[in-house]
């Protein structure tokens, strides 16, 4: 419900578009220079650095696995006292209480309100 509308013809250009035109955009050619780097004499594929530099060959150091002293007295049936006697409560769903509706309504009503037959829709004019 937009109420700007344009009034009379519309050509579609405004005169700044027209004025600020943008230059062309044309691509700068790639300038490639010419190399000079060239490898002089034989080349193996193996530097002084490469061959000077072994790697050494690690072995895995085996973990040290002190003792502990931590020792069971006695016999262990696999459950504690404290497991047995703080036992959770059954798993039930609550029921959910619903409350009765206390809005009635009172009296006769048509479907128009003061306000719909007060303020109701009118045709609007565009001043000239």
């Known amino acids: 419900a937009d109420n700007l509308r344009p009034e009379g013809d ?3 250009v405004t005169t700044s578009a027209s004025t600020f035109v943008g230059p062309d955009g044309e691509r700068v ?8 780097l060239r490898s002089e004499g034989d080349f193996g594929g193996v530097t002084t650095t490469a061959s000077a530099y072994v790697p050494a060959g690690g072995e895995r150091a085996t973990p040290a696995r002190r003792a502990d002293n931590l020792r069971n007295e006695g016999d262990f049936g696999g459950v504690t006292t404290s497991a047995s ?3 959770g409560p059954d798993a039930e769903r609550v029921r959910l209480a619903r409350r009765p509706d206390n809005l009635r309504a009172e009296g006769e009503f048509g479907g128009v309100t003061t306000t719909a037959t007060t303020y109701g829709a009118k045709d609007g004019e565009r001043a000239s």
């Not at 050619?29 to 000079?36: Q, T």
């Open 29 to 36: 050619g790639l300038a490639r220079r010419p190399d000079n």
């Open 10 to 12: 519309f050509g579609g």
């Open 85 to 87: 006697t703080f036992v």
